[in-house]
């Protein structure tokens, strides 16, 4: 069965305190390792998908990485706007019954203080 | 595009009582899905669909159906309401389940807060 577990569950940072967040995954054969952002009230937003280790992604403050065990979610000098819970999935590679399914971690819940 | 869209936004159902959840995207995607969040816990999929007249169970469907007469349109059913069901439903869509890299992205809709009592 398909893990993933993230840590911390809440972090706190002062505005411009980097930090990294971690997205650790047991999968019987990785396809994709997915990182979405989560605003209160809102729907998931996408943010990047990786699909291979060493691969890594940048969009703005927000840098994620891949290794074969886990990946991070690494947050350069933060603003109180990159406030919100950051929400990691796991899609397996093989076939079967729920093939292709996403298996959700349950988020680390950031906060960016002034 | 307005993307993937969900009605209501909230709802108050009575144990045993039924509801459909509206779910419509126009994004021209094959895939649509239906998951709930339930408090601390992560999203767990209750029923997707890889085509019109396409459906297969997700991790969660007991207590739920779904239909997909059309490309844009997957409704989601609750028949008998249960205060198991309160949750915060998503419905999502993606190009492909698994192909090319980029046109296997979900794309959720904003929710639908739903309270059974």
């Known amino acids: 069965e398909d893990q993933v577990t993230q840590s911390p569950e809440a972090l706190r940072l002062q505005e411009g305190e980097s930090s990294s967040l971690n997205c650790s995954y047991t999968v019987s054969g990785l396809r994709g390792l997915f990182w979405y952002r989560q605003d209160p009230g809102k729907g998931p937003e996408f943010l990047f998908t990786?699909?291979?280790a060493g691969e890594e992604k940048e969009k703005e403050r927000l840098k994620a990485t891949l290794t074969k065990k886990e990946s991070f979610l690494h947050i350069t000098a933060p603003k109180p706007e990159d406030s919100a819970t950051y929400l990691c999935?796991?899609?397996?590679?093989?076939?079967?019954?729920?093939?292709?399914?996403?298996?959700f971690g349950k988020g680390t819940k950031l906060s960016v203080i002034p | 595009n307005a993307g993937v869209t969900q009605t209501p936004k909230f709802r108050i159902l009575k144990i045993g009582q039924s509801m459909t959840l509206q779910c419509t995207q126009d994004?021209?995607?094959?895939?649509m899905y239906w998951y709930r969040q339930d408090p601390g816990m992560g999203l767990k999929l209750i029923y997707y669909?890889?085509?019109?007249?396409?459906?297969d169970k997700g991790e969660v469907p007991n207590g739920y159906n779904v239909s997909r007469s059309t490309t844009e349109d997957f409704p989601l059913r609750l028949e008998l309401a249960a205060p198991s069901q309160t949750s915060v439903y998503f419905c999502a869509s993606s190009y492909e389940l698994a192909g090319a890299l980029g046109t296997d992205t979900q794309y959720f809709g904003p929710g639908t807060r739903l309270t059974v009592l």
């Open positions: 999935a796991v899609q397996s590679l093989y076939s079967g019954a729920g093939s292709y399914q996403l298996t």
């Open positions: 994004m021209n995607h094959n895939y």
């Open positions: 669909s890889v085509g019109a007249g396409i459906t």
């Open positions: 990786l699909y291979s």
